[in-house]
């Protein structure tokens, strides 16, 4: 296990994946390096196999499927677009401002360097972070380099104008602060609009008020925890910005439809660290 919250990139080498629908809000790059599987994807499912690489953007549906008689390995990164750098940067602007295609080619000595990856991650070599961090940009460097991505329309991106600038910057800064107290007047104080013209513009854009968004984006987080570490629930439930453990499972519940510990306990019984 590779993934925590202060270094936003997970790396795994599983033989075993989810086999519920499911999105999460960081981006994932699927590798499947051993034997076949069927792959769903969006509304679609393909057979995936040997060699077969899948890139996914955040809020992209997908699960495995194994395949009767065929075992099967694979490695998956799991980032967020923060480990680019802050918003506005060059590197992360560029990622936001592409569609990389669904199945992407990466040279064998890119995917040799995922493996090694990680290795290193579970061992925690010295440096294993920056090894990691480098192998994410190789990665999509390739994808820069061999064309595999369609760039977002500029008109598409900046039609709605300040509207959708206020509203980037509020996503921003819930990503960055989710751990900690967010109140409405905060935003306001980021973006300059007033309470009653923000409440519009957020749920206009985002299909829900900010508060709902904020619970949404820290459950989602959560899962991460509850699959991926040994924190139990209060850890987990304080980590992610909720200020009981009563409040967290009964929002928990409320959005994954079970409890965080039949989360957990599903979640671990599918996603088996390979030996």
Not at 23 to 44: C, M, N, P
Not at 192 to 209: A, E, Q, T, V
Not at 259 to 272: E, F, H, M, S
């Amino acid at each position: 296990m590779a993934y925590t919250n202060e270094f936003p990139i997970g790396i795994f080498s599983q033989n075993a994946y989810l086999e519920q629908a499911h999105h999460q809000i960081e981006y994932e790059i699927f590798y499947l390096d051993e034997g076949s599987v069927e792959f769903g994807l969006e509304d679609s499912v393909m057979t995936v196999k040997a060699g077969d690489v899948i890139f996914m953007h955040p809020g992209t549906n997908h699960y495995v499927k194994k395949i009767e008689g065929i075992k099967y390995h694979y490695y998956a990164m799991v980032f967020d677009s923060s480990v680019l750098g802050n918003q506005g940067e060059p590197i992360r602007n560029t990622l936001d401002s592409i569609r990389v295609s669904r199945y992407i080619k990466l040279p064998d000595a890119v995917l040799m360097k995922l493996r090694d990856a990680s290795t290193f991650s579970k061992e925690k070599t010295f440096g294993h972070e920056l090894f990691v961090k480098s192998v994410l940009f190789d990665i999509i460097s390739c994808v820069l380099l061999t064309n595999q991505y369609v760039e977002i329309s500029e008109s598409i991106r900046t039609e709605k104008g300040h509207t959708v600038n206020a509203i980037d910057v509020t996503i921003s800064y819930i990503r960055d602060h989710y751990r900690e107290n967010i109140s409405l007047d905060d935003v306001l104080k980021i973006t300059s609009y007033s309470k009653s013209h923000f409440i519009r513009l957020f749920k206009k854009n985002m299909g829900m008020n900010l508060t709902d968004y904020i619970n949404k984006y820290r459950i989602e987080k959560s899962c991460l925890d509850l699959i991926y570490t040994s924190k139990n629930v209060t850890e987990i439930a304080t980590e992610n910005g909720f200020n009981t453990v009563q409040y967290f499972s009964k929002t928990f519940k409320s959005y994954m439809k079970c409890t965080p510990k039949q989360y957990q306990r599903n979640g671990k019984n599918i996603i088996i660290p390979s030996n």
